[in-house]
């Protein structure tokens, strides 16, 4: 019975959109794990391709939230610049609403002076939304002895997924131990509903960090010891969310602590850890958010993970300084 009433209570959090309220892009605390979806404007940034899988699920205990990531990018020296392709599926109240979106995405690389760099990214995406009528539970089929036996006079809509396209764009300005970025998303506004209209609001990331290098090495060396102080802002809405960390990199191993919070509720402390052989290809993250919210963590947080391959390339044309972000 109780975890019949949470999914009630999650898919009126789902449904509420449909008619009344502005739906929310699913998020990753793990930023700078999954760049594309932070900003559309890091495509190739690493110059070589690069895979990044990521995984969230929220309120575990229940299996309420869970969303999937997986890009590709890599530079191309005859586009000056690079191309990227990211698809992401999220399932929220147990898979009643589902979000399905493919992105083709290419970031314009110019290099101002010999120690700043621009970066502009385009990216169009086609979207599903897909609505599980069957799934779902209604306040109406309660019956206070026996629970779910009644039938709902809830009517559905005439349609179960609906498709559309969407555009967004987003900037990066970055030396060698600073960077600054904004991106725009849904810069068309899409209609989503299934019922009334509901356009997807534009979101707004602005994200900024910079580096502090500790002991002798240069920085360039990929095993340097460093902190990163960052900080992620987003407004989607009427919502909008603050997160800043403290990252490092010590050798093989990288993590940082944030805090996450909108302008008048604290959401959550999040805890991070990533792991990186020297000469490896390869990096794994995972992440754990403390919800110190109302909701306190009695849902059991969220947890997320996240895996990086870095191939192997060609040495190219033209030289760009790494952006030091954090790992995750």
Not at 19 to 47: E, I, W
Not at 174 to 198: C, K, M, S, V, W
Request: with cysteine; aromatic share 14%.
């Amino acid at each position: 019975m109780g975890r019949k009433l949470l999914t009630i209570l999650a898919i009126s959090l789902i449904l509420v959109p449909l008619t009344d309220l502005k739906s929310q892009d699913a998020h990753f605390s793990q930023y700078y794990a999954n760049p594309l979806y932070l900003n559309p404007a890091f495509a190739g940034v690493d110059r070589c391709p690069k895979v990044n899988l990521n995984y969230r699920n929220q309120y575990p205990i229940y299996g309420v939230y869970q969303t999937y990531s997986a890009s590709y990018d890599q530079y191309f020296d005859g586009l000056n610049g690079g191309i990227g392709i990211l698809a992401l599926r999220d399932n929220a109240g147990n898979g009643s609403l589902t979000t399905t979106e493919i992105s083709g995405i290419y970031s314009y690389h110019l290099k101002v002076s010999r120690k700043f760099s621009l970066l502009a990214g385009f990216q169009a995406t086609l979207r599903q939304n897909g609505l599980n009528w069957d799934n779902l539970n209604f306040p109406d089929e309660i019956e206070p002895f026996f629970g779910f036996v009644r039938t709902t006079a809830e009517v559905p809509p005439g349609q179960n997924t609906v498709t559309n396209f969407d555009v967004s764009t987003g900037f990066i300005g970055y030396t060698e131990r600073f960077y600054i970025g904004i991106a725009l998303n849904h810069l068309t506004q899409p209609d989503i509903a299934f019922f009334t209209q509901d356009q997807l609001p534009m979101k707004i990331t602005a994200h900024t960090g910079f580096t502090i290098p500790l002991g002798r090495k240069r920085l360039h060396n990929s095993m340097q010891n460093y902190l990163l102080p960052n900080i992620v802002y987003q407004s989607q809405g009427p919502n909008n969310q603050i997160t800043t960390s403290m990252a490092f990199n010590r050798g093989a191993l990288s993590g940082g602590l944030g805090f996450r919070s909108s302008t008048n509720n604290p959401d959550a402390i999040v805890l991070l850890l990533g792991y990186s052989p020297e000469e490896a290809a390869w990096r794994i993250g995972y992440s754990y958010d403390i919800t110190v919210n109302s909701l306190s963590n009695s849902f059991g947080g969220a947890h997320e993970v996240s895996l990086s391959y870095l191939f192997k390339c060609r040495v190219r044309k033209k030289q760009y300084n790494a952006i030091k972000c954090p790992k995750f």
